[in-house]
């Protein structure tokens, strides 16, 4: 009771970056709230990735290992995560903001009528005085995420409803195993008992998972296109810069939909965030939806015909020019450069 | 008798937060709200589209929108009606003040079990919001499956709807049991266009507060004309328990709101010339930045 609860997501029999993450901030949660962190892992043949969670923290793992649930299923994953959480009553649950995070989260807050706040970039601890009724609250779940197109920071609480529930985005949170595993225990839930046949209505009948071939999040140089570029044929030259450099393609969220580069590659508050050593924006304006997801990057190189480009304003250099210019004249001069 | 659907689309009215230009940023660098054109959201624009698709398909269906907001979110309304749906309701009431997903899923849910429709289709999320709790939620007040990211409704056979659904990392194919509820991924079908008979035929339609705050003194006695109504429905019209609505309904709370103001730091300004572009290259080899 009282606890933190994480939700573990796997996809191939591997555990997500994003529930790894999410381990080692609410280790650190724990700890200042003195409370233990519990793992939730559903699945089909999932039993064997305990190791993995008590390397990262977890004081007790519960586990429905069920062959019908090796794919994620909104019903029974919802079934089983709202029982778990009635009979544990953690003070915090927290999930990440994937497609299987968002679908599950919502409906397991909804059954248990309490506050969920989705895409969180920052989650800490505090008290919390109600205006009203004078009320103190200590020890609340602060989640902090952008709202309104990511123009305002808001910090929300849920006061008087158990669990607090959040979603965070994967790639905000650091992620760290312990040197040594924790010896924790296991709890192995009754599937079958929390389950019914009206749980499996929803059939998958096709899946196409491609393994996350496009990481752009581990890459320590990033060179990134927007809707400046103009057009698909204007972006090979942002993948042609990034291949001589060895760096990832990334994109705004308006160049994903013009169509210039994949999904996978949108950063910014709809797409991954990325901190690499350096980011080279190219034809990007600056909205603060984009640059919430690289502003921490720990060099950044704007290029930008338009002198008045916000994004000019948080790089450490801008190159007011225009982009079919410039970035032949980057490749040619890194070409003569590197030995 | 041939197959026949009642949908129900949820959309809502939303700042156009992607066009957030100079001119909606104060001085302070906040945004300035008012100066933001209040737009119906797009990913529900494609929840719309796919709502038409299957009243083409399968004829004699009906496709109504539901939204809730202040009185001006009937344009929402209009907007859908123009381009092909067959009427809407607009849920208002200075008692949903306040609510936060889960007190408007409750709202959204009472009035969804008066409409009784088979299919309910929403866009996946909001743009001022971006949380995309209320479908799932709503589909778990009406205790019905969900089926989110939707990309296309391939088709209904033996009782079942077949969709696709776009995931972060590939699709997934699946089969779902009306009623059910959908929400639709932005890289579904765009929504058709206004069509011209639509909007000759509703181009008056409106709400009785709209209708009362009429200054233009219209010639028009759309009181007489039922399709030119726009419900207007309130806590006392969908009935539940006024405790789950609003505020009181809402256990997040806001605690605190901070204004993005964009700090500038120093940033060396360069140009495209050969000399500018050659020093920055050997600078970032020499520091190692670049391998």
């Known amino acids: 009771m009282n606890n933190i609860i994480v939700y573990i997501e796997t996809e191939n029999g591997k555990i997500s970056d994003v529930s790894l993450e999410l381990l080692t901030k609410a280790r650190s949660l724990s700890k200042e709230l003195s409370c233990n962190l519990e793992a939730l892992l559903i699945g089909g043949n999932v039993t064997k990735l305990k190791d993995e969670l008590f390397l990262y923290g977890a004081n007790k793992i519960h586990i429905a290992d069920d062959p019908r649930l090796v794919n994620y299923l909104t019903l029974p994953y919802s079934a089983i995560t709202i029982s778990l959480i009635k009979s544990e009553k953690p003070q915090i649950a927290l999930f990440g903001a994937t497609s299987v995070g968002r679908d599950l989260a919502p409906r397991v807050s909804s059954a248990l009528h309490s506050g969920l706040t989705a895409d969180c970039t920052s989650l800490e601890i505090g008290e919390h005085t109600d205006t009203k009724s004078g009320k103190i609250y200590n020890n609340l779940l602060y989640q902090i995420r952008p709202a309104f197109g990511g123009n305002i920071i808001a910090t929300i609480v849920n006061p008087d409803h158990r669990p607090q529930m959040a979603t965070v985005r994967e790639g905000v949170m650091k992620k760290e195993a312990l040197d040594k595993p924790v010896k924790g225990e296991i709890n192995i839930l009754d599937v079958k008992s929390i389950l019914n046949d009206t749980d499996f209505v929803v059939e998958i009948i096709e899946r196409q998972i491609e393994d996350k071939k496009i990481d752009i999040k581990g890459s320590p140089v990033i060179v990134a296109g927007g809707f400046g570029v103009g057009s698909k044929e204007n972006f090979q030259l942002v993948f042609d810069l990034a291949h001589v450099l060895g760096a990832e393609v990334g994109a705004s969220r308006a160049a994903v939909d013009a169509g210039f580069a994949d999904h996978a590659r949108q950063i910014g508050q709809t797409g991954v965030t990325v901190r690499p050593k350096l980011f080279i924006s190219v034809g990007i304006s600056g909205q603060i939806q984009h640059t919430a997801g690289m502003d921490q990057s720990a060099m950044i190189i704007s290029v930008n015909s338009d002198p008045n480009a916000p994004i000019h304003q ?10 079919n210019e410039v970035l032949p004249k ?3 001069s890194y070409k003569k450069n590197s030995k | 008798m041939t197959k026949t659907f009642k949908i129900v689309i949820l959309a809502k009215q939303v700042p156009d937060t992607r066009n957030v230009g100079k001119n909606a940023m104060k001085e302070d660098g906040t945004v300035n709200r008012a100066a933001l054109p209040a737009i119906f959201n797009p990913e529900d624009m494609n929840a719309l589209e796919q709502a038409l698709r299957l009243k083409d398909r399968y004829p004699g269906s009906e496709v109504l929108l539901l939204t809730m907001g202040p009185s001006r979110a009937a344009e929402i309304i209009r907007e859908g009606l123009f381009r092909g749906a067959d009427g809407g309701v607009l849920l208002t009431d200075r008692k949903f003040a306040g609510a936060d997903t889960l007190a408007t899923s409750y709202a959204l849910s009472m009035a969804i079990r008066k409409m009784q429709p088979d299919i309910i289709i ?8 971006d949380t995309a709790q209320v479908g799932p939620q709503v589909a778990e007040k009406l205790n019905i499956p969900q089926v989110t990211y939707a990309e296309d409704i391939i088709n209904f056979e033996n ?22 509820l959908i929400t639709v991924h932005a890289t579904a079908a765009p929504c058709r266009p206004r069509n011209a008979k639509q909007l000759m035929k509703y181009k008056h339609a409106r709400t009785l507060t709209e209708e009362q705050d009429n200054e233009h003194n ?9 399709y030119l109504r726009i419900p207007e429905w309130g806590v006392i019209d969908v009935g539940g328990d006024e405790i789950n609505y609003g505020l009181s309904g809402s256990p997040t709370k806001v605690k605190k709101i901070e204004n993005i103001v964009f700090q500038a730091k120093e940033s060396k300004k360069l140009t495209s010339c050969d000399e500018d572009i050659e020093g920055l290259i050997k600078e970032l080899i020499s520091s190692h930045t670049i391998g």
């Open chain 1, 330 to 332: 980057m490749i040619k």
């Open chain 1, 314 to 323: 948080i790089a450490d250099y801008a190159i007011v020019g225009d982009l």
């Open chain 2, 159 to 180: 009782e079942k709807l077949t969709i696709k659904r776009r995931l972060e990392r590939g699709i997934e194919i699946v089969k779902t049991p009306v009623p059910v």
């Open chain 2, 122 to 129: 929403a866009g996946r999320q909001a743009i001022d919001g």
């Open chain 2, 218 to 226: 219209s010639y028009l006695p759309v009181y007489s004309l039922d």
